[in-house]
T-cell receptor
Framework: DQQVKQNSPSLSVQEGRISILNCDYTNSMFDYFLWYKKYPAEGPTFLISISSIKDKNEDGRFTVFLNKSAKHLSLHIVPSQPGDSAVYFCAASLWSGTYKYIFGTGTRLKVLA | DAMVIQNPRYQVTQFGKPVTLSCSQTLNHNVMYWYQQKSSQAPKLLFHYYDKDFNNEADTPDNFQSRRPNTSFCFLDIRSPGLGDAAMYLC??????????????FGPGTRLTVL
């Protein structure tokens, strides 16, 4: 039972344009959402997060939007740069004696120069 | 640079032959996690240590064990690897476990092949 879903395995975007990566979840008990970025041969690195009580969080070129009623979040990258090409994982945090992350399967973003 | 290191990066083992994967950290974090990521799937938490306190996920097979001899090191032992255990194994750390804002720091992973 996949509680966090990233339905687009890959996405290609032209440099300078907006990249929008989507994530859907099923568990309304998730209290925090995170995006991680992963380059080949490296571990995932934290990118940006959002609390479930907010609907938007912005950090430079990266903005995460949360729509709780739709159980949907998205990551916007504006403008996209070739260095943004990576796999992006959506994760949701759930308290179960400790805060655990439930990950999505990832979306591979390719930014074309 | 403070970091999470995993050795080896690639490990080949034979069906049924025990194997140990290693993780070390220079972050001095209290929590260390092991994830399994199979091809095209999401990373899945196997277990974590909070200091010396071991916490197993309910659906982690008994074939998987872990040891944390000190703050810096954590090992993943697979007692009798099957073909289905071939995967990327990711180690992660976090400073504490009681805050969702305590983000996890990941190592580069060890890719395990079972022949």
């Amino acid at each position: 039972d996949q509680q966090v879903k990233q339905n687009s395995p890959s996405l290609s975007v032209q440099e300078g344009r907006i990249s929008i990566l989507n994530c859907d979840y099923t568990n309304s008990m998730f209290d925090y959402f995170l995006w991680y970025k992963k380059y080949p041969a490296e571990g995932p690195t934290f990118l940006i997060s959002i609390s479930s009580i907010k609907d938007k969080n912005e950090d430079g070129r990266f903005t995460v939007f949360l729509n709780k009623s739709a159980k949907h979040l998205s990551l916007h990258i504006v403008p996209s740069q070739p260095g943004d090409s990576a796999v992006y994982f959506c994760a949701a945090s759930l308290w179960s004696g400790t805060y655990k992350y439930i990950f999505g399967t990832g979306t591979r973003l390719k930014v074309l120069a | 640079d403070a970091m999470v290191i995993q050795n080896p990066r690639y490990q080949v083992t034979q069906f049924g032959k025990p194997v140990t994967l290693s993780c070390s950290q220079t972050l001095n974090h209290n929590v260390m996690y092991w994830y399994q990521q199979k091809s095209s799937q999401a990373p899945k938490l196997l277990f974590h240590y909070y200091d010396k306190d071991f916490n197993n996920e309910a659906d982690t097979p008994d074939n998987f064990q872990s040891r944390r001899p000190n703050t810096s090191f954590c090992f993943l032992d697979i007692r009798s690897p099957g073909l289905g255990d071939a995967a990327m194994y990711l180690c992660a750390t976090s400073r504490e476990r009681a805050s969702p804002t305590d983000t996890q720091y990941f190592g580069p992973g060890t890719r395990l092949t079972v022949l």
